[in-house]
């Protein structure tokens, strides 16, 4: 596991266009503007030179990032807001996880990309970076898993017409949670 490089950014395009996430805004442009802000957003996982997994932390300030949850600041405007990891006090947006659906260890791939998770936020936690909450906007089959990694169901959003729930969680319970095992 490691942090996605801009030699990525096609292999990235194409596992989010592959899975059907709800992204219809993500091309090479998204992710180089957020790689001009920010390098380390992008966590990827590779097989045989493949990126099989990926997610991604985007620290934000606490309007910016309460806009996204509220869906008053479009996901596509992200780039725009990005805060850099070394600000002391940050928010942080958890971009969709996801997994190349046609891998055959899938349940392996998610259980690695959410160990780093854990792993990155303890990081962050040593480096005096004080992450003051997690927000995420998923899919109602996405409950589960986020509800095991310690996020809480906080409401529902539609955007085009779609439902969606809306989820935060604080880092010690996303840390200290002992479900995160998919596998």
Avoid: C
Avoid at 25 to 42: A, E, P, Q, S, T
Avoid at 57 to 78: A, C, D, F, H, R
Avoid at 114 to 124: E, G, Q, S, T, Y
Avoid at 167 to 178: H, P, Q, R
């Amino acid at each position: 596991m490691f942090h996605a490089t801009k030699k990525d950014i096609t292999g990235m395009v194409q596992l989010v266009k592959n899975t059907g996430v709800n992204s219809a805004y993500v091309n090479d442009d998204f992710y180089n503007r957020i790689f001009y802000k920010n390098l380390y957003i992008f966590r990827i996982q590779k097989h045989k030179g493949y990126i099989n997994g990926i997610y991604s932390m985007y620290p934000l300030s606490k309007g910016i990032y309460e806009g996204v949850l509220k869906n008053t600041v479009q996901e596509e405007e992200i780039p725009n807001f990005i805060a850099p990891f070394q600000s002391k006090e940050i928010f942080v947006y958890l971009g969709p996880i996801i997994v190349n659906p046609r891998f055959k260890d899938k349940a392996v791939v998610l259980s690695n990309l959410l160990l780093d998770l854990r792993k990155k936020l303890v990081a962050l936690s040593k480096q005096n970076i004080i992450v003051k909450e997690l927000g995420t906007i998923a899919r109602e089959e996405d409950a589960q898993i986020l509800s095991k990694l310690g996020f809480k169901n906080i409401g529902t959003l539609t955007k085009k017409g779609i439902s969606y729930i809306v989820y935060t969680a604080n880092i010690l319970d996303v840390v200290l949670s002992d479900k995160v095992w998919i596998v």
